[in-house]
């Protein structure tokens, strides 16, 4: 059965640093998104992407943090400075279709900011 | 964006039934109800969605009350491996806003 797939599964990095989250999406799904888990705390929405162009982003999603899809198949999230509360789990998930269709989440990486 | 009320935890025992509730008095027309479920340390995973009928899969049956205002989600025979965290999530839009959950713990 397809999956996505998430790499690294933990990346640890200092404050201030840049990261870049990389996501393999389900081969024929047209609808990529991003949300973010703190320890303890609710799965929350980042961003949604079709098209090559963000379609919403939450307030969470300032201009530290950028997506693209480079190359048709790899799906990135960047933080460009992080910082200690960027600490989470991270999830990439996609879909079929859009709305009221069921995504399909990958297994999430976590990410520890020094 | 519409909210939902589920308890914060629920308990089985292996191979019973188990009904998981969920309110969602002020739902709209357009919001489809969609269950996820979060089990320790893996992303969410999609278990049933419906609108207004009840919907079974293989996973669950989801039953839906009339005036939609509630729904219930029922694991025919629990598992050890049903225990998680069950989100129950009213979607109309391209993303899902995730609430607290039922954390259901299965005994054996």
């Known amino acids: 059965e397809p999956e996505v797939t998430q790499t690294p599964s933990h990346q640890v990095t200092q404050m201030g640093q840049e990261v870049i989250l990389r996501c393999v999406p389900i081969s024929n799904h047209l609808y990529f998104y991003w949300y973010r888990q703190i320890l303890g705390q609710k799965v929350e929405f980042l961003v949604s992407?079709?098209?090559?162009?963000?379609?919403?982003k939450s307030e969470i999603f300032d201009d530290q943090f950028s997506v693209e899809r480079p190359d048709g198949s790899n799906f990135t999230l960047k933080i460009r400075s992080t910082k200690l509360e960027d600490s989470a789990m991270y999830f990439c998930a996609s879909a079929r279709l859009r709305n009221n269709n069921e995504q399909f989440f990958g297994p999430g990486t976590r990410l520890t900011v020094l | 964006d519409a909210k939902t009320t589920q308890p914060n935890s629920m308990e089985s025992n292996e191979e019973e039934p188990v009904h998981l509730p969920c309110n969602h008095s002020t739902i709209s027309g357009t919001d489809y109800i969609h269950w996820y479920r979060q089990l320790p340390s893996q992303g969410p995973e999609y278990v049933i969605h419906g609108l207004t009928s009840n919907v079974n899969n293989r996973m669950a049956s989801l039953a839906i009350a009339e005036d939609r205002k509630s729904s219930t989600l029922i694991l025919h025979r629990a598992t050890l491996r049903d225990a998680a965290v069950y989100y129950c999530?009213?979607?109309?839009?391209?993303?899902?806003?995730f609430g607290t959950g039922t954390r259901l713990q299965v005994f054996p």
């Open positions: 992407f079709y098209n090559n162009e963000i379609s919403e």
């Open positions: 999530i009213l979607y109309n839009t391209d993303k899902l806003i």
